[in-house]
């Protein structure tokens, strides 16, 4: 299977909010709602910021939200922070135990 | 607290094996499926295996298929990676990751490099 489909870069200003999508397949992405989002800095390993979708893990802010339309999936930041700036990958459960990443998206705060 | 340790990575020639470790502590390991995910120098995260809590099924990425096998030891909470016919793009970050419901990695080890060198 293709990794998902993601832009390489995003940007906005503090503040700004910034969507970064995720398409797949009718066989990943539109088949089931695991879809799941993590955040990685320079030199560390991921963090989940997002799971089946739009659920949040505790401690991640409700400024990260997630939705999904048909093969694709969104992660939305809202009011972005400094922090916030770092490498942005989608997954998605892909049937049995076999899961698929996106080639990821680096997010730039201005 | 939870920690992933994984060791065993290091320089191998292509063409050669290596097993990958990774020691869990913290959490109900035999609970959780278990995946390997890689990360090539300066490159997007690659599913590499997975591995249910009771080891019976398990999962590979196309481009280990045939080359590289996962295990499981829950009496030593410790994970496996058998990784043969290594190639250079083999060369990669070797992350563990625990999986407590479906595609939710929510812990990560530290990483482990394996270089293949040609």
């Known amino acids: 299977q293709s990794a998902l489909t993601q832009p390489p870069s995003a940007s906005g200003s503090p503040g700004q909010s910034v969507t970064i999508s995720c398409t797949g397949t009718s066989s990943d992405v539109g088949a089931y709602n695991y879809v799941s989002w993590y955040q990685q800095h320079p030199g560390k390993a991921p963090k989940v910021i997002i799971y089946?979708?739009?659920k949040r893990p505790s401690g991640v802010p409700d400024r990260f939200s997630g939705s999904k339309s048909g093969n694709t999936a969104s992660l939305t930041v809202s009011g972005l922070q400094a922090e916030d700036e770092g490498d942005y990958y989608c997954?998605?459960?892909?049937?049995?135990?076999?899961?698929?990443f996106g080639g990821g998206t680096k997010l730039t705060v201005l | 607290e939870v920690h992933l340790v994984e060791s065993g990575g290091g320089l191998v020639q292509r063409g050669g094996s290596l097993r990958l470790s990774c020691g869990a502590s913290?959490?109900?390991?035999?609970?959780?499926?278990m995946h390997w995910v890689r990360q090539a120098p300066g490159k997007g995260l690659e599913f590499v295996s997975s591995i249910k809590g009771n080891g019976r099924i398990t999962s590979y990425g196309g481009s280990v298929q045939g080359r590289f096998t996962i295990s499981r030891d829950n009496s030593r909470n410790t994970l496996y990676l058998q990784m043969g016919s290594l190639r250079a793009e083999d060369t990669a970050v070797y992350y563990c990751a625990g999986d407590s419901r479906v595609n939710y990695f929510d812990y990560w080890g530290q990483g482990t490099l394996v270089t293949v060198s040609s």
């Open positions: 089946e979708v739009s």
């Open positions: 913290g959490f109900p390991f035999s609970d959780y499926t």
């Open positions: 997954s998605s459960y892909a049937g049995g135990i076999y899961v698929i």
